[in-house]
């Protein structure tokens, strides 16, 4: 019975107040260490150690590998460690049934436990205390991400600021997410919002941010009660760190004013927020489901005239009173811009007078448009215009009834605007069918996985008319294509090379 091993262990368990099984696996590591140090450093070993009597076996190990695997770029790996690896057939010569990934165990004198070998556990121990601790820690903080969190300025770099959060643990403040001029210095107290918790080879690493838009609203979830107790709901924040930010907020019960309770008594709560982040202004907007009229309130404190939507682009056109344009646009088109990244439309402000021309333009421009195509009277086109149509294909199709109500429209007009329509939309679909006949696509180039005709004529254009044409491209060149993207050019080429990796 090794009683030496047996006392380590519980002295030292008792000491560090860790489990001995912990104990016992560290004494392993450091006679496994020890055995590398007397017979070679490439050497592999295994020590077992019996958790009642204390003996330990040594036993030297092998792995049997597979001379033919490949590495990552194609080339045959084989044996990289003669000491520590054999072939198949080498490990067969020693024990008849192995396998690939097996280990071949064969035993050896054993180094004898020593005040060395003890050192080497103590310090294996040790290592492994603060691997826990670090795991604990960051088992701990990943629970608490979207928190905001504080702390002490341990250390300030020029890219970094390290906040120290207290047993041990600390956070990264890098300076691209500190507000703008801001100082802070050794000892200073800072409030941060927790992004992530990443783990690296010095442990665990707590990233927070003082300028994310989540930093806003934790802020505002403090400061104002009710939005604690759920009777008010903060629908999402936009900002502009350290100048001004936007945030949105919807009362859930009727008779609270939401905007009014996060200004607070004299602008106490908004004001509290605003010092926090130096000096921000805060504008309050009161959300609504209704996309125009969420962006009515968050152009505030400018006044909307009028707004035109575009659903399919997810984009307004915001038309304020000709001396209302700068509020709406503010510094540096800081208003406008936070109110799209709050809102989540892309918004266009332009004046009333700028808004009347381009509509006078839209209207000449149409009504030409017209009389050229529909040869009827410049009052026939100006009442199509006003009734709402804005295309020849709608006058071609639309139904009946809807042509019969512009005014002056009789049954011999309607007949005749709808032979004219048919005859010039006729007349540009051959035009057009003539003119991409000139580069018409391959066949070999429509049958493409993942190509539709219009795609295939529009490659054509480019001079890109066969499979290979296509083949031989770059992502780059084919990214001026209207409505393509990197993924799916990607896509296209590969699909076109396809058949040059089945003929190899």
Request: proline share 2%; net charge negative.
């Amino acid at each position: 019975m090794n009683n030496e091993i047996r006392l380590v262990v519980d002295a030292v368990s008792n000491e560090k107040n860790v489990s001995k099984e912990i104990v016992f696996e560290a004494l392993e590591a450091a006679l496994e260490s020890a055995s590398k140090k007397r017979y070679g450093a490439d050497w592999e070993f295994k020590v077992i150690i019996n958790r009642n009597t204390g003996d330990y076996e040594t036993f030297r190990t092998w792995t049997v590998i597979d001379e033919n695997a490949l590495n990552e770029e194609g080339e045959v790996v084989g044996v990289q460690n003669p000491n520590a690896e054999l072939t198949l057939l080498q490990a067969q010569e020693k024990e008849k049934n192995v396998k690939v990934g097996d280990v071949i165990k064969e035993a050896i004198p054993s180094v004898e436990f020593g005040r060395i070998a003890a050192q080497t556990a103590k310090q294996v121990i040790m290592q492994r205390l603060r691997a826990a601790k670090r795991d604990q820690i960051a088992e701990e903080y990943r629970a608490r991400i979207g928190e905001l969190i504080a702390g002490t300025v341990k250390k300030v770099t020029r890219d970094n600021i390290i906040i120290e959060l207290g047993s041990n643990a600390e956070a990264l403040l890098r300076r691209l997410d500190m507000l703008p001029r801001e100082i802070v210095r050794v000892g200073d107290r800072v409030r941060a919002y927790l992004q992530d918790v990443r783990t690296d080879q010095r442990g665990p690493q707590l990233v927070v941010s003082r300028t994310c838009p989540e930093m806003l609203i934790e802020l505002f979830k403090i400061e104002v009660p009710e939005i604690g107790d759920g009777l008010i709901e903060l629908k999402g924040a936009a900002r502009d760190p350290g100048s001004r930010a936007k945030i949105a907020v919807l009362a859930k019960d009727n008779r609270i004013d939401p905007v009014g309770a996060c200004v607070g008594m004299r602008g106490a709560r908004v004001q509290a927020v605003s010092s926090e982040l130096g000096g921000e202004r805060v504008d309050i907007v009161l959300w609504s489901d209704n996309p125009a009229q969420f962006v009515i309130n968050s152009i505030a404190p400018a006044e909307v005239v009028s707004i035109i939507i575009d659903d399919d682009a997810k984009s307004m056109d915001v038309i304020v009173a000709d001396d209302q344009l700068s509020a709406a646009i503010g510094r540096n088109g800081q208003n406008i811009r936070l109110a799209s990244m709050l809102t989540g439309w892309e918004l266009n402000v332009i004046s009333q007078n700028q808004a009347q021309t381009r509509d006078q333009e839209e209207f000449e421009k149409l009504s030409q448009l017209f009389v050229q195509h529909l040869q009827v009277s410049q009052e026939i086109a100006e009442s199509l215009i006003e009734a709402g149509f804005t295309s020849i294909e709608e006058i071609a199709y639309v139904p009946t009834q809807e042509l019969m109500e512009v005014e002056g429209m009789d049954e011999a007009l309607l007949g005749t605007l709808r032979q004219h329509a048919k005859d010039s939309l006729l007349t540009k679909a051959i035009a057009e069918e003539e003119r991409l006949g000139e580069n018409a696509p391959a066949s070999d180039l429509l049958d493409v996985d993942g190509m539709d005709k219009q795609l295939a004529y529009q490659l054509a254009q480019k001079g890109i008319v066969t499979r290979e044409d296509l083949a031989d491209q770059s992502v780059d060149d084919l990214l001026d294509i209207e409505g393509m993207d990197e993924e799916r050019a990607g896509k296209l080429i590969m699909a076109a090379r396809a058949h040059w990796f089945i003929e190899n």
